[in-house]
């Protein structure tokens, strides 16, 4: 399948007609396309199909086109495609409905079911959505187990999304107090844009003088108002006006960004026209701390200084803008101007590895809360972060003061704006999304929160102490401690999981792979573990199944087949070693690097094949460890290449054939008999063996899953050392006088002379003699 990639923008005109501020804009289109790729049946959030598509600011429609080929023309069935669909960050997603673990809280994204059969499309369109990266995911169902052999046909298929925009270009802009004319017809909305600033806790957007020209309808205008975007999970703050006017409010809107406002006509075939306006309140602000930038210097090197244990000048005036603070223990704030009603605590962003960050107070872990104002942090969290999992933890210090059982530190979480009023009434939700709140106590010190794939924006803490009483007593400060980090997983997977770092082109994220039957976001489920005994049987079975091959080496070494032998002494020993490194559980034993443990399982096992149908082929010695040596190195160079390829197994067996028929068809044409002449070697031996050989490589590649994988693939393993034991060809007859081999003439050539003469020996060929 040919995959077009198409990435750019392309400028349309669509309107090119504006009148001067009356609400018409002009647009343009925007096309962006990614390519196709394979999707995977869902077993773990790997599987999953990753794109990122990014809309501009004030996007007024947004059309994604999904479409799904299938690869081949086998029949396998109808499938249905998951498609999930989230702003701001990659869907998370439970389509198996595990357990998540403990304190670990996510939003379901958006999504869509689509029925494949050869060739499917379906289109998702979104109205006035929320500028940013946008993510799809995308899988098939759930995967049912069965191991696939790389390289085998089977059933695919290719998922394509692309995305087609309209932008306004010209936008007006709603001034703080400044009230615009603007019309609206059905067709065509008033669209604008107004700014809010940091530190706004209110705003409010109104509507009046509406008029939909002569008659008795005139004053009712049947207007909507949308203050906002759409992101799937939180859509816009709508107003139905009637009458001549409306008006929509928002605490707490979203701080230092562009928000959108449409209004909208339900009258048809009518313009109305009226006056907007907006206006924000600026309600509470922190203590300005000047432009002299020397303090925030030494809070830097008191930083960097107090791993190594010394000091400096610096360190001693930490926290003297807003807060007074000390390492040990938190002491009182500082008062505040009259204008400031927050405690703002400037935070350290240091990024310590790949979707690994920590967030640290510059003055220090503990930071005071009182009850009078809130105390405000904030974390700025960047596309490079959104995917690994955001933590809060919040530790109340009882240190110093003990708090009673009534009182408590109450702790908002929020993105795009703060909470600045908390209380057990107040909920912890902002006017356009909702927040995370938690509470400690003297009773229960730490409490904890978990995001996975947390959104690309600026978050906001803010702590806050509360008493059901007005005085909260001698407890009236308080210190906690809030540990805010970025890991790439949940608690790094737990015992039974691994963390994997993923890859969307240039987008990093990560996932747990789960093992032992265990499950879940992060392998916490423990409804499919297995127990120690099942890890253990699955073990010995595994390992204990590769004694088989001791029958082969001793049939080989009486044989003289000693270089056979060791082939099959390296298969056992590294077959061994490497199903005891390879078991998912606790039960597991790796002497040496699994990828070489590996590496060698998979190179002798081949190898052991291929040298077993050459040494039937009975060609002379010369030819055959040519052969071997030849064939060795190929097979590793092409398991360097790709060890678990299919035809890493299957082309050294067919060469392998191919050179045992030529010469067994040479011999049978040269004899005019068939070769090998006894009938009893063929029903006996050869029958056995090649029966052996058909049922273990029938059960490799069509048989295995990942619940029968430990039987499958130990009876995998007696089959092939078995049929090693019938292949075999007997003993050639002039090996026992010769040594191992007739090459060997140098080293063994002793011959009895009589009366002068050299007796000879006879050359002729006995093979595949019954004894």
Known sequence: MEVCFLRGLLFVVLAAVTLGDDGQVTFVSELSSKPAQKLSKYGWYGNVRLQRFHIPEETAIARWLFSVTKGHNFNCGQHNVTIHIRWGAPPVINPKGLVFPNATLWVPSLSLTLPVTSHSSTTFNLSNPAPGDWYIAAHLPEDDGRIEQKGFPSCSYFFQP????????????????????????????????????????????????CSSGEGADSGNCSLVLRLGSSSLQQGAVTVNCSGIGCSATLSNPPWDTWLRAVVESSQDNRTVTFSIVSNYTVGCKPQSVGLKADDDINKLRGNSSGSSNSTSAGNSSLGTDAVAFNNESASLLTPMSASACVWS?????????????????????????????????????????????????????????????????????????????????????????????????????????????????????????????????????????????????????????????????????????CKAGWSGWGCTDDSTAQSYSHQLTASLLLTISNLFFLPAIVVAVKRCYITEASVYLFTMFFSTFYHACDQPGVAVLCIMDYDT?????????????????????????????????????????????????????????????LIMVATWVYRGVQRRHCYPPSWKRWVLYLMPGALCALIGVCLYIFAETEDNYYYIHSLWHVL???????????????????????????????????????????????LYTVT
């Open 345 to 513: 605590i400037p935070v350290l962003y240091e990024e310590v590895d790949v979707l690994s960050l920590r967030f640290t107070p510059v003055n220090g872990p503990n930071v005071s809360v009182t009850n009078t104002h809130p105390t405000l942090l904030t974390y700025p969290l960047y596309t490079q972060a959104t995917g690994g999992t955001l933590n809060l933890q919040l530790t109340l210090n009882t240190t110093n003061v003990n708090l009673e059982n009534s009182s408590s530190v109450v702790a908002c979480l929020t993105q795009w704006a703060p909470v600045l009023e908390l209380n057990h009434s107040q909920p912890c939700r902002t006017g356009l999304f909702g927040g995370y709140g938690i509470h400690v106590n003297a009773s229960a010190p730490k409490a904890v929160v978990r995001l996975p794939f947390p959104q690309s924006t600026t978050w906001y803490l803010t702590l806050q102490l509360t008493c059901n009483s007005s005085d909260c007593g001698n407890a009236s400060v308080v210190s906690v401690v809030p540990e805010v980090f970025v890991s790439a997983c949940v608690e790094d997977c737990g015992t039974y999981g691994e963390c994997r770092l993923l890859r969307s082109y240039s987008y990093l994220y990560s996932a747990c792979v």
């Open 597 to 657: 443990l590996q590496y060698c399982d998979f190179l002798g096992s081949v190898c052991s094949i291929w040298v077993t149908i050459l040494c039937m082929a009975r060609i002379r010695d010369t030819f055959k460890y040519t052969l071997f040596i030849l064939g060795a190195l190929l097979i590793a160079m092409s398991m360097q290449l790709d060890r678990k390829g299919l035809w890493n197994l299957l082309g050294p067996i067919l060469c392998a054939l």
């Open 720 to 766: 092939v050392a078995t049929c090693v034991v019938f292949l075999l060809p007997p003993k050639e007859k002039d090996r026992e006088a010769l040594g191992w081999s007739r090459g060997w003439k140098w080293s063994l050539s002793w011959r009895p002379r009589v009366c002068g003469y050299t007796l000879c020996e006879s050359g002729k060929d006995e």
């Open 162 to 209: 692309q995305l087609s925009i309209r932008r306004a270009v010209d936008t007006p802009i709603l001034q703080q107090g400044t009230v615009l004319q603007q019309t609206a017809t059905p067709d065509r909305p008033a669209r604008l844009k107004l700014y809010v600033p940091e530190f706004a806790s209110s705003l409010s957007v109104s509507v009046a003088d």
